[in-house]
């Protein structure tokens, strides 16, 4: 799919990874929406794309509500005219003390944000996209392909977000939608500085890693899976080194398909 003319919208879209990949979309000619929880961020980023001559508006949800996310994809009909993107993107981690350290509710919000919402989203957008052809991307981690001890709910979160992705794609593909999956490794984003910034406090030896990947490469890869037509149900790895589709497992019986 061509971004140029289409709509998007993009979930965290005010800071990290959702901005970059805001302002990317944007300059390809997207309409963007951009919800988050955070208004002043949200307005910057609508700012800063309508000032590169891309259009864009912000609307304030909270993505793990019902009727937050319809309003937002609502928004993407209501002021550009239609949904051809879904960028599932807004998460948090558990932070410290981590796991099971942290209150239910702390890991229980991880959980509703960085999988339940994604599940939501495509529940919600699926009915309203172009029967045409229509891309949703979630955003999973390296943390969900491989064990990660330093934040086991945030990785099981992410787990199911690729699960999810692989599970969902033959039921969107019959309605023309392709739905992928994005795995980041540590990016530098706000989420990223917050995090070392509190294992510092809490005495941990902690550092911004001289590997760390930009948002750029990241909102890099959507786009990627955005406009590559032959990818269904696939999760893009995005290493320092680059981006590589992981092999796709296949159940007992069943054939892998071909890469
Ligand atoms: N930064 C990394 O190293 C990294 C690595 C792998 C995956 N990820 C994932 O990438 C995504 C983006 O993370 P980032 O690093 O850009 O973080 P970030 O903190 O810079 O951006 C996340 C955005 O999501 C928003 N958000 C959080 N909860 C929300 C909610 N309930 N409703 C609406 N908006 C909400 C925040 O306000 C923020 O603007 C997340 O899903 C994260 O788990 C990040």
């Not at 891309?135 to 330093?150: E, Q």
Request: aromatic share 6%; net charge positive; with cysteine.
């Amino acid at each position: 799919m061509d971004p140029k003319g289409k709509v998007a919208v993009i979930t965290g879209g005010a800071s990290g990874i959702g901005r970059a990949t805001a302002q990317l979309l944007a300059a390809c000619g997207a309409a963007i929406v951009i919800a988050d929880l955070a208004e002043a961020r949200g307005a910057e980023t609508v700012a800063e794309i309508t000032a590169a001559g891309g259009r864009a508006v912000f609307v304030k949800v909270d993505v793990t509500g019902e009727d937050d996310t319809r309003r937002m994809l609502d928004t993407a009909v209501q002021r550009f005219g239609g949904l051809d993107i879904l960028y599932n993107n807004a998460g948090i981690a558990v932070g410290l003390p981590g796991y099971p350290a942290a209150s239910i509710q702390r890991w229980r919000r991880v959980i509703d944000i960085d999988l339940q919402a994604v599940i939501l989203g495509c529940y919600l957008a699926a009915p309203l996209m172009d029967p045409k052809g229509g891309a949703i991307v979630n955003t999973a981690s390296m943390a969900g392909l491989y064990p990660y001890k330093d934040d086991p709910v945030y990785g099981a979160a992410k787990a199911g977000v690729v699960n999810f992705t692989y599970s969902l794609a033959p039921w969107a593909a019959k309605r023309n939608i392709r739905a992928n999956c994005v795995c980041p490794g540590v990016v530098d984003t706000p989420l990223v500085r917050k995090g070392i910034e509190e294992a510092k406090r809490a005495g941990h030896s902690a550092g911004i890693p001289a590997t760390i990947i930009q948002p750029s490469a990241i909102a890099a890869a959507v786009l990627t899976l955005i406009t590559d037509d032959s990818l269904f149900g696939r999760a893009l790895e995005v290493r320092p080194s680059g981006p590589r589709l992981v092999d796709t497992p296949a159940a007992p019986g069943t054939r892998r398909r071909a890469d």
